[in-house]
Protein backbone atom coordinates (compact mmCIF):
# COMPACT_ATOMS: atom_id res chain seq x y z
CA UNK A 1 0.00 0.00 0.00
CA UNK A 2 0.82 3.68 -0.50
CA UNK A 3 1.46 6.61 2.05
CA UNK A 4 2.54 9.98 1.85
CA UNK A 5 3.35 11.62 4.81
CA UNK A 6 3.41 15.33 5.60
CA UNK A 7 4.16 15.75 9.43
CA UNK A 8 4.45 19.85 8.99
CA UNK A 9 0.64 20.47 9.51
CA UNK A 10 0.71 23.92 9.97
CA UNK A 11 3.67 26.47 9.02
CA UNK A 12 4.09 30.41 9.72
CA UNK A 13 7.24 32.15 7.44
CA UNK A 14 7.30 35.78 7.39
CA UNK A 15 6.95 37.75 3.78
CA UNK A 16 10.89 36.73 2.49
CA UNK A 17 11.77 33.99 4.22
CA UNK A 18 12.71 30.51 2.76
CA UNK A 19 10.40 27.99 3.98
CA UNK A 20 10.77 24.20 3.32
CA UNK A 21 7.67 21.79 3.02
CA UNK A 22 8.73 18.07 4.56
CA UNK A 23 7.25 15.08 2.28
CA UNK A 24 7.84 11.23 3.06
CA UNK A 25 6.04 8.53 1.17
CA UNK A 26 5.82 4.99 1.19
CA UNK A 27 5.32 2.74 -1.84
CA UNK A 28 6.35 -0.99 -3.04
CA UNK A 29 6.14 -0.18 -6.65
CA UNK A 30 9.47 0.42 -8.19
CA UNK A 31 8.45 3.31 -10.28
CA UNK A 32 6.23 6.03 -9.11
CA UNK A 33 5.33 9.48 -9.91
CA UNK A 34 5.66 12.41 -7.21
CA UNK A 35 3.56 15.25 -7.19
CA UNK A 36 3.21 18.25 -5.33
CA UNK A 37 -0.12 20.86 -5.43
CA UNK A 38 -1.17 23.83 -3.78
CA UNK A 39 -4.37 25.00 -2.69
CA UNK A 40 -4.95 28.31 -2.65
CA UNK A 41 -8.03 29.93 -0.58
CA UNK A 42 -10.54 29.62 -3.90
CA UNK A 43 -10.17 25.39 -3.12
CA UNK A 44 -8.94 24.22 -6.57
CA UNK A 45 -6.13 21.95 -6.64
CA UNK A 46 -2.87 23.52 -8.41
CA UNK A 47 -0.73 20.96 -10.09
CA UNK A 48 2.73 22.18 -9.54
CA UNK A 49 5.59 19.94 -10.50
CA UNK A 50 5.38 15.90 -11.11
CA UNK A 51 8.64 13.94 -10.68
CA UNK A 52 9.37 10.34 -12.30
CA UNK A 53 10.75 7.90 -9.69
CA UNK A 54 14.26 7.26 -11.84
CA UNK A 55 14.91 10.75 -11.67
CA UNK A 56 16.08 12.04 -8.62
CA UNK A 57 17.91 15.24 -10.50
CA UNK A 58 16.47 17.82 -8.19
CA UNK A 59 14.92 20.95 -10.18
CA UNK A 60 14.78 24.23 -10.07
CA UNK A 61 11.83 26.71 -11.15
CA UNK A 62 12.09 30.15 -10.08
CA UNK A 63 11.15 30.89 -6.60
CA UNK A 64 10.52 26.87 -6.51
CA UNK A 65 12.53 24.21 -5.87
CA UNK A 66 12.38 20.73 -5.11
CA UNK A 67 14.02 18.05 -3.94
CA UNK A 68 14.03 14.47 -4.68
CA UNK A 69 15.92 11.64 -2.31
CA UNK A 70 14.85 8.36 -3.14
CA UNK A 71 17.32 7.04 -0.56
CA UNK A 72 15.39 8.25 2.13
CA UNK A 73 11.96 7.98 0.18
CA UNK A 74 11.50 12.44 0.91
CA UNK A 75 10.21 14.55 -1.65
CA UNK A 76 10.64 18.19 -0.14
CA UNK A 77 9.40 21.18 -1.45
CA UNK A 78 11.37 24.48 -0.79
CA UNK A 79 9.94 27.90 -1.53
CA UNK A 80 12.55 30.80 -1.53
CA UNK A 81 12.03 34.07 -0.71
CA UNK A 82 8.15 33.87 0.39
CA UNK A 83 5.52 36.04 -0.67
CA UNK A 84 1.86 36.34 1.11
CA UNK A 85 0.49 35.14 -2.06
CA UNK A 86 2.21 31.64 -1.25
CA UNK A 87 -0.16 31.27 1.42
CA UNK A 88 -1.86 28.03 0.85
CA UNK A 89 -2.46 24.70 1.60
CA UNK A 90 0.52 22.32 -0.25
CA UNK A 91 -0.62 18.79 -1.13
CA UNK A 92 1.94 16.32 -1.74
CA UNK A 93 0.81 13.08 -3.64
CA UNK A 94 2.35 9.69 -4.92
CA UNK A 95 1.03 7.82 -8.17
CA UNK A 96 2.34 4.22 -9.26
CA UNK A 97 2.77 3.48 -13.04
CA UNK A 98 0.64 0.98 -14.21
CA UNK A 99 3.31 -1.23 -16.34
CA UNK A 100 3.26 -0.73 -20.16
CA UNK A 101 -0.35 0.14 -20.47
CA UNK A 102 0.01 3.57 -19.05
CA UNK A 103 -3.52 3.77 -17.74
CA UNK A 104 -4.38 6.61 -15.95
CA UNK A 105 -3.29 6.54 -12.00
CA UNK A 106 -5.31 7.15 -9.19
CA UNK A 107 -3.20 9.56 -6.25
CA UNK A 108 -2.08 8.77 -3.07
CA UNK A 109 -1.95 12.25 -1.06
CA UNK A 110 -0.50 13.66 2.70
CA UNK A 111 -2.43 15.52 4.82
CA UNK A 112 -1.18 18.60 3.70
CA UNK A 113 0.32 21.48 5.20
CA UNK A 114 -0.85 24.75 5.90
CA UNK A 115 1.61 27.70 4.80
CA UNK A 116 0.88 31.13 5.71
CA UNK A 117 2.92 33.93 4.77
CA UNK A 118 2.85 37.14 7.43
CA UNK A 119 3.53 40.64 5.82
CA UNK B 1 -10.81 25.78 -22.59
CA UNK B 2 -12.96 25.62 -19.65
CA UNK B 3 -11.29 23.60 -16.49
CA UNK B 4 -12.85 20.44 -14.50
CA UNK B 5 -15.91 22.02 -12.84
CA UNK B 6 -18.15 21.34 -9.41
CA UNK B 7 -21.71 21.99 -9.20
CA UNK B 8 -22.68 22.93 -5.67
CA UNK B 9 -19.62 24.76 -4.40
CA UNK B 10 -21.31 24.25 -1.26
CA UNK B 11 -24.02 21.92 0.17
CA UNK B 12 -25.27 21.93 3.56
CA UNK B 13 -27.74 19.23 4.59
CA UNK B 14 -29.17 17.34 7.29
CA UNK B 15 -28.52 13.92 8.54
CA UNK B 16 -30.46 11.81 6.74
CA UNK B 17 -30.89 13.38 3.99
CA UNK B 18 -29.68 13.02 -0.06
CA UNK B 19 -27.20 15.05 -2.16
CA UNK B 20 -26.23 14.56 -5.50
CA UNK B 21 -22.78 16.30 -6.29
CA UNK B 22 -22.00 17.15 -10.38
CA UNK B 23 -18.93 16.95 -12.00
CA UNK B 24 -18.11 18.41 -15.45
CA UNK B 25 -14.81 17.30 -16.93
CA UNK B 26 -12.65 18.70 -19.54
CA UNK B 27 -14.09 18.30 -22.83
CA UNK B 28 -12.81 15.13 -24.51
CA UNK B 29 -11.11 13.21 -21.14
CA UNK B 30 -11.95 10.11 -20.92
CA UNK B 31 -10.76 9.77 -17.22
CA UNK B 32 -12.77 10.81 -14.47
CA UNK B 33 -12.15 10.46 -10.98
CA UNK B 34 -13.66 11.73 -7.50
CA UNK B 35 -11.84 12.24 -4.28
CA UNK B 36 -12.73 13.44 -0.92
CA UNK B 37 -10.78 15.52 2.26
CA UNK B 38 -12.30 14.92 5.49
CA UNK B 39 -11.63 17.84 7.85
CA UNK B 40 -7.89 18.15 7.71
CA UNK B 41 -7.35 14.69 6.68
CA UNK B 42 -5.67 13.62 3.09
CA UNK B 43 -7.61 13.83 0.08
CA UNK B 44 -8.27 9.96 -0.28
CA UNK B 45 -9.35 8.60 -3.49
CA UNK B 46 -12.88 7.18 -4.00
CA UNK B 47 -13.32 6.08 -7.56
CA UNK B 48 -12.93 6.38 -11.40
CA UNK B 49 -14.40 6.15 -14.31
CA UNK B 50 -12.97 5.23 -18.03
CA UNK B 51 -15.67 6.49 -20.40
CA UNK B 52 -19.12 5.58 -18.80
CA UNK B 53 -17.18 2.40 -17.46
CA UNK B 54 -16.12 2.32 -13.34
CA UNK B 55 -12.57 1.50 -13.67
CA UNK B 56 -11.85 1.38 -9.77
CA UNK B 57 -14.25 1.84 -7.01
CA UNK B 58 -11.84 0.89 -4.05
CA UNK B 59 -12.09 3.81 -2.51
CA UNK B 60 -16.23 4.08 -1.82
CA UNK B 61 -16.77 4.14 1.49
CA UNK B 62 -20.03 2.30 1.70
CA UNK B 63 -23.06 1.47 -0.13
CA UNK B 64 -24.66 4.93 0.88
CA UNK B 65 -22.52 6.54 -2.00
CA UNK B 66 -23.50 6.13 -5.62
CA UNK B 67 -21.60 7.38 -8.74
CA UNK B 68 -22.41 7.66 -12.19
CA UNK B 69 -21.25 8.63 -15.78
CA UNK B 70 -23.72 8.33 -18.44
CA UNK B 71 -23.22 8.96 -21.89
CA UNK B 72 -19.40 9.36 -20.30
CA UNK B 73 -19.77 12.93 -19.96
CA UNK B 74 -20.58 14.09 -16.90
CA UNK B 75 -20.34 12.34 -13.53
CA UNK B 76 -22.46 12.53 -10.23
CA UNK B 77 -21.86 11.51 -6.80
CA UNK B 78 -25.03 10.82 -5.03
CA UNK B 79 -25.06 10.59 -1.36
CA UNK B 80 -27.80 8.49 0.57
CA UNK B 81 -28.76 8.99 3.58
CA UNK B 82 -26.04 11.20 4.47
CA UNK B 83 -24.75 11.21 7.64
CA UNK B 84 -22.44 13.60 9.61
CA UNK B 85 -18.86 11.43 8.92
CA UNK B 86 -19.20 12.41 5.13
CA UNK B 87 -18.70 15.90 5.79
CA UNK B 88 -15.91 17.13 3.32
CA UNK B 89 -14.84 18.59 0.20
CA UNK B 90 -15.01 16.40 -2.74
CA UNK B 91 -13.07 16.84 -5.80
CA UNK B 92 -13.73 15.41 -9.27
CA UNK B 93 -10.48 15.35 -11.67
CA UNK B 94 -10.01 14.62 -15.24
CA UNK B 95 -7.46 13.29 -17.53
CA UNK B 96 -7.40 12.65 -21.66
CA UNK B 97 -6.83 8.87 -22.50
CA UNK B 98 -3.59 7.53 -21.87
CA UNK B 99 -2.92 7.00 -25.85
CA UNK B 100 -2.79 10.74 -26.37
CA UNK B 101 -0.79 11.70 -23.49
CA UNK B 102 2.69 12.61 -24.88
CA UNK B 103 4.24 11.31 -21.15
CA UNK B 104 1.78 11.34 -18.54
CA UNK B 105 -1.72 11.78 -18.55
CA UNK B 106 -1.94 14.78 -16.04
CA UNK B 107 -5.47 14.86 -13.14
CA UNK B 108 -6.52 17.91 -13.64
CA UNK B 109 -8.71 18.94 -10.83
CA UNK B 110 -11.95 21.01 -10.06
CA UNK B 111 -12.67 23.51 -7.13
CA UNK B 112 -14.32 20.91 -4.95
CA UNK B 113 -18.06 21.14 -3.52
CA UNK B 114 -17.82 21.41 0.25
CA UNK B 115 -20.34 19.14 1.82
CA UNK B 116 -21.74 20.04 5.50
CA UNK B 117 -23.87 17.23 6.85
CA UNK B 118 -25.70 18.52 10.45
Known amino acids: AQKVTQAQTEISVVEKEDVTLDCVYE???????LFWYKQPPSGELVFLIR??????QNEISGRYSWNFQKSTSSFNFTITASQVVDSAVYFC????????????????FGSGTQLTVLP | EAGVTQFPSHSVIEKGQTVTLRCDPI?????LYWYRRVMGKEIKFLLH????????ESGMPNNRFLAERTGGTYSTLKVQPAELEDSGVYFC????????????????FGPGTRLTVL
Open chain 2, 27 to 31: SGHDN
Open chain 2, 49 to 56: FVKESKQD
Open chain 1, 51 to 56: RNSFDE
Open chain 2, 93 to 108: ASSQDYRRAPTYNEQF
Open chain 1, 93 to 108: ALSEIKGSSGSARQLT
Open chain 1, 27 to 33: TRDTTYY
